[in-house]
């Protein structure tokens, strides 16, 4: 049986980013934010080093709320609030 969400927040999207280059895969990410309503939240997986030390730092100086990069298996995972 699935159990219902209690919470108003909608789960967060999820974007694919591995095997992208940065800069591109931020190109990729700030079109999707920006399709995102206020307070949700889009998780990127991550696997160029670079962009998992970019990314955050483009987002923060753009005024989004970014979770700390957490690694798994080679792959990171990324949150950030719009």
Known sequence: MRREQTSKTPPPD???????????SWAKAKV????????????????DPRGVRD????AE??????????ESAGVWRLAITR
Do not use: M, S
Not at 14 to 22: A, F, H, I, S
Not at 32 to 47: I, N, P, S, Y
Not at 61 to 70: F, Q
């Open 55 to 58: 990314i955050p730092r483009a």
């Open 61 to 70: 100086a753009e005024g989004y709320a970014v979770d700390a990069p957490r």
């Open 14 to 24: 999820e974007l694919d980013l591995r095997g992208v280059p940065c800069p591109l």
């Open 32 to 47: 999707r934010l920006e399709e995102l309503g206020r307070d949700q939240t889009l998780v990127l997986l991550l696997d």
